[in-house]
């Protein structure tokens, strides 16, 4: 699995096949997998945006109404 985020020249990844600690077919959990990407957002936005973000509420494609 993997994560990228490209910005004009510049490209964010986080790969976990590469990751030894890993099973051939296991996956990261949901919260690695959001940690990583927001990591990664840093990269282009400000940690405070994205808090500010988060704080004000997520909202997500895949939600219950």
């Known amino acids: 699995m993997k994560i990228t985020i490209e910005d004009g020249p510049f490209s964010y990844q986080v790969d976990w096949a590469?990751?030894?600690?890993?099973?051939?077919?296991?996956?990261?959990?949901?919260?690695?997998?959001?940690?990583?990407?927001?990591?990664l957002l840093e990269n282009i936005h400000l940690k405070e945006k994205i808090s500010e973000y988060i704080?004000?509420?997520?909202?997500?494609?895949?939600?219950k109404p």
Do not use: H, Q, T, W
């Open 18 to 39: 590469k990751d030894p600690l890993l099973e051939e077919d296991e996956i990261p959990s949901v919260d690695e997998c959001i940690e990583a990407f927001l990591r």
């Open 55 to 63: 704080s004000n509420g997520v909202e997500y494609s895949g939600m």
